[in-house]
DNA sequence: GTGAAAGCGCTAACAC
DNA sequence: GTGTTAGCGCTTTCAC
């Protein structure tokens, strides 16, 4: 039991050494075409499967690439990983899954205990308050490549795969100015994440641009829960100068609000108009739907493995920055009529 | 570059041998507390990091168990790995994702191909058409354990950890017959699965301890997507006998449904009826809210985490078949009033 | 084209 | 309590 078949029982079975069926098995050097058909039927006679622990010593190489993140329970992160998944599949690379919570206690402690020694490569988005870079430095400096997306350490030199928060945010505002709001306000993200304050960057600027007064009673920072939406919104509702329109960080906040304003009896749109960021299916299901912005979280997966295993295979790698459009998405929540 | 720290170069630092270091930095057999203190010491101050091939080739046992799945971007399945994660993070074990998108090929492919030398165990849901029944046996038969979760094999003889979906389908199509119901139809999932064999067998005992019709015209089976849901949805609507209430197999479906109703003017609950399985998020977010038969998803992930935990610290396991209860949740959907 | 042997980093007898 | 050594399964130099 659990003795599984090696190259040695192939190379005893047919009467020749280990190094050929190893060469055989990997097509690799010249081999007899003879040898190799012969090794390779009794392989597959045998049933024969490599021994990763074994291939990975010697060659210095897993197949393994970490993925850290801070959730996979939401549509971003969970299309994020497919893309991901898609891309290691067709490549013959595994994917090793560690979720952080959002915690940078977990996120660190995850990071110290890596097992570097057999993972070829790291994908990460990271804990809003995260604490980790010396590490993420450390990691890269020990010749494994790291690739952020999304959450991005901003002063990391490594590749970063990201949407254009900025403006997807310029956008998204102007298109709720144009359509008659005036007093927007913004529930925004944790402050210490860079995409929240690109988006708030964006808002401000749009906001600018049009000679709209900025307040700081209108900006709320908090998390990405449909609870923090509520809470926000009670927050907004209290102001003395009350907002006509509402930009969320992203779509779980924005249907926190539109929940909390539709259950006090104000009209979405007419009243306030709400605007998303991410283009969660569920802005499609709450009614009225939800304008938001998508972004392309299946391109940015696939795009942070496709940068993550060039850099595997070659030594020196230049950082690369990616950033994915977004693309405004007009629906009911954003009408006035 | 590349060359990490082993216990080779804390030994000569130190100038003991590797063995007593390996002693000292697994804490076990008797090693001077002194010599403890100083190779941990140097351990640290080196930084030194385990190297997992080797341990894993050693000891016959690498830290890693496989989920393999159909999707991760829904509610259900993202939760459930949340759950493993948790568990597996506590005790120590790295979590290899494969995801097979649904598909019996790329599942066959991947569990095939699976570097089982290097996994302690198998958490899996398996696919719609599932062709890889013997394979899984195979696994088993080499000494690695197997859980099933949710989409189970039913032949297969191993722990297997499922909602209970008949009783769950029982008690959500009785509570749509005491609410004034007659004419329920089902909209069911792939035949193949058991759990919808489970949830049918469920709904269709209710009718028939109530004395209500069956019709076959009533039960149609396809995906578990939104999608899916709207066209069931057009054909039930085509029948001459249109019924007056829709059991959904889960509620993705259930919202695809409603999101046709709705948009064709007929009024959810008080001409038709929707009861969906799951308590996906979405449910209580759509208008009106979602009547559902909740699923512990969370507890689900965590508990087949603990039985394949056990089943890999134990030689001899027994299998164990774990069923949750699920929970009908009473929402707007199925109102009449 | 093939074999022998060393070595990847670690564990586990076996000595002492 | 500690050192020596063989070995986990595979790759890879070096011979021939």
Redesign the pocket.
């Known amino acids: 039991m659990k003795?599984?078949?090696?190259?040695?029982?192939i190379?005893r079975e047919l009467?020749?050494?280990?190094?050929?069926?190893?060469?055989?098995?990997?097509d690799?050097?010249?081999?007899?075409v003879?040898?190799?058909e012969k090794v390779l039927e009794m392989a597959a006679k045998l049933n024969?499967?490599?021994?990763f622990?074994?291939?990975g010593?010697?060659?210095?190489s897993s197949h393994n690439i970490a993925v850290i993140l801070p959730f996979i329970t939401n549509y971003y992160f969970s299309t994020v990983i497919t893309g991901i998944q898609e891309i290691a599949y067709q490549s013959g690379y595994t994917i090793v899954l560690y979720v952080t919570n959002d915690s940078p206690e977990r996120e660190l402690d995850i990071i110290k205990n890596l097992p570097i020694?057999s993972l070829d490569g790291l994908l990460v988005s990271i804990a809003s308050n995260s604490d980790a870079s010396g590490h993420f430095e450390e990691v890269i400096n020990n010749g494994i490549p790291v690739v952020f997306f999304d959450r991005v350490a901003n002063h990391i030199e490594t590749s970063k795969v990201m949407q254009d928060d900025y403006n997807g945010a310029f956008e998204g505002v102007e298109h709720l100015i144009s359509n008659g709001y005036k007093k927007i306000a913004h529930i925004a993200g944790p402050a210490s994440l860079t995409f929240t304050q690109n988006r708030l960057k964006g808002y401000q600027d749009a906001l600018s641009k049009h000679n709209l007064p900025i307040s700081e009673d209108w900006i709320i920072h908090s998390g990405f829960s449909q609870e923090d939406g509520k809470s926000d919104v009670e927050q907004l509702l209290k102001c003395k100068n009350r907002p006509d329109a509402i930009f969320a960080a992203n779509d779980r906040k924005a249907i926190g609000a539109m929940l909390t304003l539709k259950s006090k009896g104000i009209k979405i749109g007419k009243e306030i108009g709400v605007l998303g960021f991410t283009n969660d299916p569920s802005s499609e299901i709450i009614s009225p739907s939800l304008t938001t912005i998508a972004e392309p979280a299946l391109e940015i997966g696939k795009k942070s493995c496709e940068l993550l295993l060039k850099h595997i295979s070659k030594k020196h790698f230049h950082p690369e920055e990616v950033i994915f459009p977004g693309k405004l998405i007009i629906r009911e929540s954003t009408s006035k009529v």
């Open positions: 003795h599984f078949i090696t190259i040695k029982d190379a009467n020749i050494s280990v190094s050929t069926v190893s060469r055989a098995l990997r690799t050097y010249d081999v007899n003879e040898t190799r024969y499967k490599p021994n622990n074994a291939t010593l010697a060659k210095g020694t």
